[in-house]
């Protein structure tokens, strides 16, 4: 190194300071002289001791060191340097005349970093010193370098511990958020398991409620307030229509279920209007089904409203009434049936007792006056009222019937050849009998009355030739009635049909009533089914018409049938006499004219008659002479005591007296046919000579 390139060194900077340690004052001046005139500035010590504590003190840059000095030497002195903290790490220079290794290392190792040899060579003094400041300087600034890396280093770190911390914070936000996220999800699994829930109890109760809506028996629908048809149920779709598309998004109204009449779809607009405002509407209608029949509907518009009042849709219900409105028919049918009975009853009775006494004593007086016309006329006239009030008797069943155990099929083939000789030869007649046996408890000659009438109205409807159908059959009755007064059962039914002119719907209700006949004054009185109607009812039966306009009619008759078979029918009737006697009898009878009649007739062939005004008379005069009187004729219906009583009250007292009826009427049927089934016999008013001699003679001939 030269002088310039020290001086160079150490021009940007403060002189460098260099301490010298020597014992030697020469020495030092030598290498003091030689320093400062290179620029540096120069501090001396002259031992060991003193060199410790100025190097502590001024904290040189360098240190030149004399190995050999009193007291603590070169050595000492450098390893205490190199122990202390603020001059460890000074550059040490040793200085000596010792040129051998050993001292060298042993400097090296005490911690110099070099050495130099006395007497020096001011360059190589210069130099070593220039190149160990260099050292040092770089060494200083490496640390500094170091220094400023470290405190960057730290800084950096420090940076980083915050970015860290901020990232740490972060990521537990983002925990939190996370979490926060995973209890939302499951929160929403939750909110959506729910919701599926709702949606499948959602879908069973639309499954539950379209089922009651499509099964109900009931036509139902929905619709906006206007009567557009927004729904129909299953029901309502099978009553008559193919497809909801006929239907839906149609003004209800013109929907294919009201076919019926235009007056009737507009009835339906009307009640779609007036629920729509907000009142409930019902009416009636009636359908046509595709397949012609006539169903009443019950029929209801019933508006829903929301919270403000509002109409939001409407309901339309409708209920099949068709059954119902047949019963209800059939109800009010046979109640006017009733009622018509009742006073055709009541007429006939109080005629019968007129005309008894007209025939009875015109009889007895034509058989005096044998060449008097008048009186056959009279008679003849009579003759005929007896038999219409006859009729009318048998209608409102106050006629005595007389029944017994009877064969349906051979009452048809007794009847038979008549009928084929009444119906003429343009109309076929089929007569078709089941080969069971059908025992009923029958008026026989009643029961034919009903055959024949019906085959005679047949035949009227049959003016150019037809097919006259006569059936019968054994039928169980369960759920599905004819009529509602029959109750399930066995049942003989009887089938008269005609391929005749049929019977238009306006008059079928009113063909059973007394007098009412389509045909012209002379040809027909209008009393032929309603003896039929009479005679079934009186029977325990039931009569039903079944008619097509131009097509023909059909009539059935049911009839219950008594399970002890043909064991029961009764041998043939004995043939009826008209004699007299010489036996006592009993007459009791209220009205004066008829008991006259009676008491003459029997008189005049040669009995002995008691007479009685009423039932208690009776009584008494039975109890005054029951040792002659033989046969008691009582009148079934009489003020107080009635015949039936009188002959109750006579049987208690052990009377043995045989007893015949007399009766065209009693006020109570079940009385009536109570007598019946003991097998009381019975006179029909009005009463003839003829049939009063002989009931009495066969009543008294009857054995015991
Ligand atoms: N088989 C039938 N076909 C068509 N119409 C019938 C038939 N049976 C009865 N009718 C109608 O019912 C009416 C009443 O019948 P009903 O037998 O009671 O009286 P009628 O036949 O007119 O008179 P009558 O029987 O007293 O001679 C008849 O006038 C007729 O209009
Ligand atoms: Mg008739």
């Avoid at 499509?214 to 036509?219: E, V, Y």
């Avoid at 049959?462 to 009635?481: F, S």
């Avoid at 097509?548 to 008759?557: A, P, Y």
């Amino acid at each position: 190194m030269t002088h310039e390139d020290l001086d160079t060194a150490q021009m940007d900077v403060k002189k460098p300071v260099i301490l010298i340690v020597d014992d030697d004052a020469n020495n030092l001046a030598v290498v003091s002289d030689c320093l400062t005139g290179f620029n540096f500035t120069v501090l001396v010590a002259e031992d060991g001791e003193s060199a410790v504590s100025r190097a502590d003190y001024a904290l040189p840059d360098l240190i030149l060191l004399d190995i050999m000095m009193p007291g603590m030497d070169g050595y000492e002195t450098c390893r205490r340097l190199k122990l202390q903290d603020s001059t460890r790490d000074i550059p040490v220079i040793f200085m000596s005349a010792l040129d051998e290794t050993g001292h060298k290392v042993q400097g090296l190792e005490a911690g110099a970093v070099d050495y130099v040899t006395k007497p020096f060579h001011q360059e190589e003094l210069l130099a070593r010193v220039g190149v160990h400041l260099s050292i040092r300087e770089l060494n200083r600034r490496l640390v500094e370098a170091n220094k400023l890396l470290e405190a960057r280093v730290e800084e950096r770190t420090r940076e980083l511990a915050i970015t860290n911390r901020e990232l740490e914070v972060e990521i537990a936000e983002r925990q939190a958020a996370q979490e926060q996220l995973q209890k939302q999800t499951v929160i929403l699994e939750e909110k959506v398991e729910e919701l599926l829930a709702a949606q499948k109890a959602l879908r069973t109760s639309e499954q539950k409620f379209r089922a009651i809506f499509d099964q109900s028996f009931q036509l139902i629908g929905l619709t906006t307030p206007e009567g557009i048809i927004l729904e129909v149920n299953r029901t309502a779709l099978d009553f008559g229509v193919a497809a909801e598309s006929d239907v839906l998004n149609r003004p209800f109204w013109e929907s294919p279920w009201w076919t019926y009449s235009p007056e009737q779809r507009e009835h339906v607009r009307k009640a779609v209007q007036q629920a729509a405002s907000g009142e409930f509407a019902r009416f009636e209608t009636i359908h046509l089904t595709p397949d012609g029949a006539t169903h009443y509907f019950d029929y209801s518009l019933k508006p829903i409203l929301d919270e403000q009042g509002t109409v939001v849709m409407l309901i339309p219900e409708g209920r099949d009434i068709t059954s119902h409105k047949k019963l209800e028919d059939q109800l009010r049918q046979s109640q006017k049936m009733e009622a018509i009975g009742t006073l055709a009853g009541g007429v006939a009775h109080d005629f019968n007792n007129i005309l008894t006494i007209i025939i009875g004593f015109g009889s007895l007086l034509r058989d005096k006056l044998k060449d008097d016309d008048s009186l056959t006329h009279i008679l003849a006239a009579a003759d005929k009222g007896a038999k219409l009030t006859h009729s009318l008797l048998t209608f409102s069943r106050k006629q005595i019937m007389e029944t017994q155990p009877e064969e349906v099929n051979e009452i048809v083939r007794t009847i038979d050849k008549i009928l084929r000789r009444v119906i003429g030869d343009d109309i076929a007649f089929h007569s078709r009998c089941t080969p069971e046996k059908l025992v009923i408890m029958a008026d026989s000659g009643q029961m034919e009355q009903v055959l024949m009438n019906l085959a005679v109205n047949a035949r009227d409807a049959m003016p150019r030739g037809g097919v006259l159908n006569l059936e019968t059959e054994r039928v169980e009755l369960t759920e599905e009635l004819p009529d509602p007064s029959l109750v399930p059962g066995s049942y003989a039914r009887i089938t008269v049909s005609d391929t005749g002119c049929g019977i238009d719907e306006e008059i079928r209700q009113r063909i059973f009533e007394p007098f009412f006949t389509t045909k012209e004054v002379g040809r027909g009185t209008g009393l032929g089914l309603s003896i039929v109607y009479g005679i079934i009812k009186q029977h325990g039966g039931v009569v039903t018409m079944q008619s097509e306009v131009s097509k023909g009619t059909c009539f059935r008759i049911y009839l219950p049938l008594i399970e002890a078979a043909s064991t029961m029918l009764r041998e043939s009737q004995p043939t009826t006499r008209m004699v007299g006697g010489t036996e006592t009898i009993l007459v009791a009878e209220d009205n004066d004219g008829v008991r006259h009649f009676l008491v003459k007739t029997l008189k005049d062939f040669g009995y002995q008659v008691i007479e009685a005004q009423n039932g208690e008379d009776a009584l008494a005069k039975y109890r005054a002479n029951c040792n002659r009187i033989q046969l008691m004729l009582l009148d079934v219906v009489m003020p107080g005591m009635n015949g039936r009583e009188v002959c109750d009250a006579v049987k208690e007292e052990g009377g043995q007296v045989r007893v015949l009826f007399v009766s065209g009427f009693t006020a109570d049927i079940i009385e009536q046919q109570g007598i019946v089934n003991k097998g009381a016999a019975f006179l029909a008013k009005p009463v003839t000579a003829h049939a009063l001699l002989s009931k009495v003679r066969e009543v008294l001939d009857r054995r015991r």
